[in-house]
């Protein structure tokens, strides 16, 4: 009796999962939807891999049908023909254009149905074959398949640039490079430690300096009176020699006469005595005139003047 409670109690969890199987079958084939399809064509450009029957129709998002069927079109090898059913309640109108889109990252493809803003909305979708044509346009995953080969040559080109960047050869000089720079690291603290002692010798050097230059203006200012001191008497002298040269010359030419009388038979040597000094008075005079003009002259030499010729 124990026994066959426990095989009806198995027939009745395997009738259970059967049952669950048939309803998830029925849900998913769509036959729990009441809602009214209509049939459309579509025509896509290229490949649509990723696309399958029963895949979603979404119009801005929102599921409103499947698709039914996909061939190839019979009157243009490079076209897809797709026939999907739409929900009857969508918007659909003139202006609706289909694309294909990605869910998500499966690979797989979905058509999406939006809004064209240029297009005219109150004008009727063109008849094809056997159901009217929702114009396809391309979107991102057209454009995507598209690049797809000239995206894969470009990385294979960038993979090969990067197989010869990091060949043997230049690995080789980028770690010589990294040799020679923690080599120059390692020496930066000796550098340093020279530049301190020639910035601290520097800073000598120019207190040193500083300190000299101190003492010369000191210097300076103890010598400027006794220099201006020695030039104003310098100008002096030089005043009383020129006084003194004139009254001696007006003596020689007032007197010039009566001491020719007198010398008698040394006239020679009283002229020549009177033409010394004459010559005296002149050269007196011309030492007045250089001490006017230049009372310096008794502190330095003139510079020495005239044109070197050579030999």
């Known amino acids: 009796m124990e026994r066959d409670a426990r095989y009806a109690a198995v027939a009745v969890f395997a009738l259970a999962a059967i049952a669950a199987a048939f309803a998830f079958v029925w849900w998913y084939s769509g036959r729990a939807d009441r809602r009214v399809y209509e049939n459309y064509e579509i025509y896509f450009e290229g490949s649509v891999s990723g696309l399958a029957q029963g895949s979603p129709v979404r119009y801005l998002g929102v599921d409103v049908g499947r698709v039914r069927r996909l061939s190839v079109a019979r009157d243009d090898p490079g076209r897809v023909k797709v026939v999907a059913e739409v929900d009857a309640a969508a918007p659909l109108s003139g202006a609706t254009r289909a694309r294909l889109g990605l869910l998500g990252l499966t690979g797989l493809l979905y058509i999406d149905l939006q809004l064209d803003a240029e297009a005219d909305p109150d004008a009727a979708l063109a008849r094809g074959v056997n159901h009217p044509v929702i114009p396809a346009r391309k979107g991102g995953i057209e454009a995507f398949i598209e690049r797809l080969p000239d995206l894969v040559t470009r990385v294979s080109e960038v993979m090969t640039r990067i197989e010869k960047l990091l060949d043997e050869e230049n690995v080789q000089a980028v770690g010589d490079s990294l040799s020679d720079i923690r080599a120059a690291t390692n020496e930066l603290p000796a550098l340093a430690k020279d530049a301190a002692a020639l910035t601290a010798d520097l800073r000598e050097a120019a207190a040193e300096t500083t300190a000299l230059a101190r003492r010369l203006n000191a210097l300076a200012e ?5 220099t201006e001191s020695a030039l104003e008497n310098g100008r002096v002298a030089a005043e009383k020699l020129a006084s003194a040269a004139g009254s001696l010359e007006r003596i020689m030419t ?11 038979q040394g006239t020679a ?35 020495e003047r005239g044109v070197e010729i050579a030999p």
């Open 222 to 226: 103890k010598s400027e009176p006794a």
């Open 254 to 264: 007032a007197n010039e006469a009566a001491l020719t009388r007198a010398a008698g």
């Open 269 to 303: 040597e009283l002229q020549q005595l009177l033409i010394d000094m004459r010559d005296a008075s002149a050269e007196v005079r011309a030492l007045a005139q250089e001490l006017r003009e230049r009372p310096s002259s008794l502190l330095r030499e003139a510079p």
